[in-house]
Every structure is written in structure tokens, then in C-alpha cells.
């Protein structure tokens, strides 16, 4: 069965509810889904926590990445970008684009915001840019989902997002679960076709 990888960075857990729901979208198409996230990073440049998270999921590692058949990449914005934890991660990365291990996948994103135009357009944009340097294929999702036109909440077509608002207590919107589902379906179907 081919694996689609949710890689994704969470403080507070919007960006992490959006991993599941695509994570299930996901299976919902006949793919496994593998969720993983990243530590976050320390004034000293270096990870500093152990190899295995004291709860939640487990952190990446390069072979899931070169195991992958299709990748959906998540991550809060911060200040119109992603996380600095993700980014480290990322620029991990120089062997598996040396040997292309990512060249061909299917890649798509997400993220969440605490206003609703803080940038998250910005941030799904800029997600993408290392990704393309992988040479993988971007995946964002189609205006045929109905939900994209009719959102008072997040939801875009460079891929799906969260409002959680000033006090970042918002619940994901009916919009924006149904989005997630789809966006996890349409990369399922993508990897499907391109394993
Ligand atoms: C350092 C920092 C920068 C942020 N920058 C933005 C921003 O540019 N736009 C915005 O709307 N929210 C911004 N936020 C809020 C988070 O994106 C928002 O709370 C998000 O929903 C958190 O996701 P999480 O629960 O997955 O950590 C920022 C938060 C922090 C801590």
C-alpha cells in the first residue's frame, strides 16, 4: 500500500488537529498514512531532545522521507512562514536532495493561523519552495471542493488551513474538516497514481 508521510510542526495543536484529519482523508483514499512531527528548536542551534517524544507523535527521521511515496507538510505561520522547528528540519534535508529521494513525489500543505489574514497564503506559498528544489510535484486543492468558495473560515487552494483566532481557541470549522479530508484524499489519489 503506498505511505503518504503528514509531516508537521505544532505549538498548541491547530496545526496537529489538521494533520489528523488529512491523515484520515488519506486512508479513507487506500493509502497508509504515517504521521510524524519535529522537535522544536533551542537557542543553541542544536536539537536537544531525545530521539523520542515523551507523548504525541513521533518525531521524523530521514527514512521516513526517503520512504514515502507522497508527502503532505504542515506548520503554525509565523510572522507570513513556516515554523522554525520545520524549517530545521528541512534544511536537513541536503543528502535526500543529493540523491533525489524526493524527486517525482507528490508533495501538499497546510497550516493555521491566529488571524485570519496573518498569512496564511504567504506561508503555504513559501512551504512549498524546498519541496520544489526536491523536485516534487505540488499538490493544492481544486475550487470543484465547494467548501473553498463558501469558507467563513480558513481554507485556501494552495492547500488547507485553520483560523484560531485572537485567542487561539478557535475549533476547526465544518469548512475546514471537510477540506482537510479532501486535501488528504486528493494527495492519497496522486501517490496512488504516482507510486
Ligand atoms: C512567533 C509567532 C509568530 C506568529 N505569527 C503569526 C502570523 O504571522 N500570522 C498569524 O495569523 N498568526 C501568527 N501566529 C499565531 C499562530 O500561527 C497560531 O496561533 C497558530 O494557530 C498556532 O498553531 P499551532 O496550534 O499548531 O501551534 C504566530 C505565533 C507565534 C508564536
New binding site residues.
Given amino acids: 500500500m503506498p505511505k503518504v508521510l503528514v509531516l508537521y510542526?505544532?505549538?498548541?495543536?491547530?496545526?496537529?488537529k489538521l494533520a489528523k484529519l488529512i491523515a484520515r482523508g488519506i486512508e479513507e483514499q487506500g493509502c497508509e498514512a504515517v504521521i510524524r512531527t519535529v522537535p522544536g528548536v533551542s537557542p543553541k542551534n542544536e536539537a536537544v531532545d531525545s530521539a523520542i517524544p515523551e507523548s504525541g507523535d513521533l518525531y521524523a527521521t530521514k527514512l521516513d522521507l526517503i520512504e514515502c511515496d507522497g508527502l503532505v507538510v504542515g506548520s503554525?505561520?509565523?510572522?507570513?512562514n513556516m515554523a522554525a522547528a520545520l524549517k530545521y528540519f528541512i534544511d536537513g534535508t541536503s543528502e535526500i536532495w543529493m540523491g533525489g529521494k524526493l524527486a517525482d513525489k507528490p508533495v501538499s500543505f497546510f497550516t493555521?493561523?491566529?488571524?485570519l489574514h496573518?498569512?496564511q497564503e504567504s506561508t503555504l506559498l513559501s512551504m512549498m519552495n524546498p519541496f520544489l528544489h526536491h523536485g516534487m510535484l505540488v499538490c493544492g486543492l481544486p475550487y470543484s471542493e465547494t467548501e473553498l468558495i463558501h469558507t467563513e473560515s480558513g481554507g485556501t487552494p494552495y492547500g488547507v488551513s485553520?483560523w484560531?483566532g485572537k485567542d487561539?481557541d478557535k475549533s476547526i470549522s465544518d469548512s475546514e474538516k471537510a477540506l482537510a479530508i479532501a486535501q488528504g484524499k486528493r494527495i492519497a489519489k496522486f501517490t496512488q497514481l504516482l507510486a
Avoid: E, K
Avoid at 505549538?11 to 496537529?16: F, Y
Avoid at 503554525?76 to 507570513?80: L, V
Avoid at 493555521?112 to 488571524?115: A, D, N
Fill in positions: 510542526y505544532s505549538q498548541s495543536g491547530h496545526t496537529q503554525p505561520t509565523r510572522f507570513g493555521s493561523t491566529s488571524s496573518g498569512g485553520h484560531s487561539n
